[in-house]
Nanobody
C-alpha cells in the first residue's frame, strides 16, 4: 500500500507564496503525479500534473503561471510551488499518484491519495 504524505500548508496573506511537498513511501519514478484541491462545498479539482519523466506538466487556466509542479524521484517527493496566492486558492490540497500508463486530469485515473494539507489565503 503506497502512502503519500503532504506537508507545507498553512496560512498566508494574499499575494504570498507556499511550497507544498508530497513524500511517497515507494519509488515514484515510473508514475505520473498530480496535485488536486478541494474547497468547502466544492468538487475536488485538478491543479497540476507532471508526467513520469518530469518532462511534461499540465495546469488549468486558474493556476497557470502561478503554480509550478516538480519532482525529485531520488527523494520520492513531488512539490507544488504556489505564488501570487489569492483567497480563491484556499482549500485542502491533495497529492495523488496516477495509475500506471494513464494520463489526464480525471480523478478516477489516480489510485493513491494523500490525506491533504490545508492552505488558507487571507485577504
Amino acid at each position: 500500500q503506497v502512502q503519500l504524505v503532504e506537508s507545507g500548508g498553512g496560512l498566508v496573506q494574499a499575494g504570498g507564496s507556499l511550497r507544498l511537498s508530497c513524500l511517497a513511501s515507494e519509488r515514484t519514478g515510473i508514475y505520473s503525479m498530480a496535485w488536486f484541491r478541494q474547497a468547502p462545498g466544492k468538487e475536488r479539482e485538478f491543479v497540476a500534473g507532471i508526467n513520469w519523466s518530469g518532462g511534461s506538466t499540465d495546469y488549468p487556466e486558474s493556476v497557470k503561471g502561478r503554480f509550478t509542479i516538480s519532482r525529485d524521484d531520488d527523494k520520492n517527493t513531488v512539490y507544488l510551488e504556489m505564488n501570487s496566492l489569492n483567497p480563491e486558492d484556499t482549500a485542502v490540497y491533495y497529492c495523488a499518484r496516477q495509475r500506471f500508463g494513464r494520463s489526464g486530469r480525471d480523478r478516477s485515473s489516480y489510485d493513491y491519495w494523500g490525506q491533504g494539507t490545508q492552505v488558507t489565503v487571507s485577504s
